[in-house]
């Protein structure tokens, strides 16, 4: 079983939905959460970094955290052409020299005008 | 810009043949991780260094080698190259290991 699972989708949603992308994971240990962003071949680029349970908002991208569950999810809101793109979550036990992050495998998201 | 470069962004590279894929950054971080990217599988770490002089092994470190000699650099080689290592690569950086990461735009290396 892999740490962290993540539908791949592809998931297909019209302009202006409301997107929700959930990623799981199997190791208590994990405090840092994080989703990145990755354009068709592009580099991944940092959008949301979360400390241990609850929801951060940032512009039209809320991130919430549920430990209990071992269940992150990414919402987006009025959802634009533009955030088509493929979503990871990735997480981490913390800042120490020992920690690496650990990857989704990523979810592909396309917004149709 | 700050950021990450990678060389070359992409490769067609001979079975066999030794191959050096460059990253360098200029945050300041200290920590970086080669990664590769594989259809299905997602980013999987390939080697790490936490502190210039330094180096770790992730998920998938055979066939590769790291450096780590100074906080800038962080070369990845393959010595001897072979088709299954035909990926994207991706470096990245973060401050400190085990905080949020900043990645390259990525290698694309084929190997025939």
């Known amino acids: 079983q892999k740490e962290v699972e993540q539908d791949p989708g592809p998931l297909s949603v019209p302009e202006g939905a409301i997107v929700s992308l959930n990623c799981t994971y199997s190791?208590?240990?994990?405090?840092?959460f994080m989703w990145y962003r990755q354009y068709s071949r592009k580099g991944p680029e940092l959008l949301m970094y979360?400390?241990?349970?609850g929801n951060k908002e940032d512009g039209r991208f809320t991130a919430q955290v549920d430990k209990s569950s071992k269940y992150i999810s990414l919402f987006i809101r009025d959802s634009q052409p533009s955030d088509s793109a493929t979503y990871l979550c990735a997480m981490n036990k913390g800042y120490s020299s020992a920690s690496k992050i650990i990857f989704g495998s990523g979810t592909r998201l396309s917004i149709r005008p | 810009i700050a950021g990450i470069t990678q060389a070359p962004t992409s490769q067609i590279l001979a079975a066999g043949r030794r191959m050096t894929l460059r990253c360098t950054q200029d945050m300041r971080h200290n920590a970086m991780y080669w990664y590769r990217q594989d259809l299905g599988l997602g980013l999987r770490l390939i080697h790490y260094?936490?502190?210039?002089?330094?180096?770790g092994k992730g998920e998938v470190p055979d066939g590769y080698s790291v450096s780590r000699a100074n906080t800038d650099d962080f070369p990845l080689t393959l010595a001897s190259a072979v088709p299954s290592q035909t990926s994207v690569y991706f470096c990245?950086?973060?401050?400190?290991?085990?905080?949020?990461?900043?990645f390259g735009q990525g290698t694309r290396l084929t190997v025939v």
């Open positions: 260094s936490n502190t210039a002089g330094t180096t």
């Open positions: 190791n208590s240990a994990f405090q840092y």
């Open positions: 990245a950086s973060s401050k400190q290991g085990g905080t949020e990461a900043f």
């Open positions: 979360t400390y241990s349970s």
